[in-house]
């Protein structure tokens, strides 16, 4: 593993030197791009994987530190009653994680039964009774005491922890644009796999003292790596 991740590693260094193009006309997005970190060594992109894609936020059971990601197509359909101009920004924003991942097949779908992966877009009052709905009273309980989530995304693997289903329940459809596109990419990008939360490392958006609002450098890296075909699980 550590030889495979060293050969990702080499690999999508060269991602440090691209620009990432706006999506929204947000100022606190827009900052937070310019002023980002845009290279990193080695030890940090490792240590960084290892603490990111090998473990995750939330287990039942055991603790397992495994490789989980998608290996076929990633469909993704979204579901909920909410303005046109944040459906629109979503397909930008899966459009943009597309671009940014080599070796990941990744779109949106208008066909539900098509798709493996679900964002359900609900607003703040909205989304206690969809976590129920979803993962009855006593998992919604769960969820709340120990994230406190304001956005959600959640994995169904099978025996490989190939990712065989994942879903997103984002919730500030009725916020701002940088609370909208900070919980899309953290929660997509959590869905394809990057499912740990690393409070020690801090140039990533997986990282609960981090907000970004891009999909930034390292992130990019990490994720580069995740999806070689040379990591396996």
Known sequence: MIRLLAIGIG???????????????????????????????????????????????????????????????????VDGKVPR??????????????????????????????????????????LLPTMRARFGNEGARQIEHSLNPQCLSGIAKDGAYRIRRAEVILLPVDAGDFAFYDCAYEELLQGLGAINDGASVPWTMFNDDVQMGFFDIYDQLLLNILYDPRVRY
Not at 53 to 77: C, M, N, S, Y
Not at 110 to 117: I, L, M, P, Q
């Open 11 to 77: 690999a999508a260094t060269s991602l440090s030197v691209l620009a990432v193009p706006a999506l929204a006309e947000n100022p606190d997005i827009w900052s937070r791009r310019a002023e980002q970190r845009r290279t990193f060594s080695d030890a940090e992109i490792r240590d960084g994987f290892f603490k990111i894609a090998l473990d995750a936020e939330l287990q039942i059971g055991a603790r397992t530190h495994r490789i989980r990601k998608f290996d076929e197509p990633v469909r993704i359909f």
């Open 85 to 126: 101009e944040r459906v629109v920004a979503l397909d930008a924003v899966i459009a943009d994680i597309r671009q940014r991942i080599d070796h990941l097949d990744i779109a949106a779908t208008t066909d539900r039964k098509a798709a493996n992966f679900v964002v359900t877009l609900v607003s703040a009052r909205d």
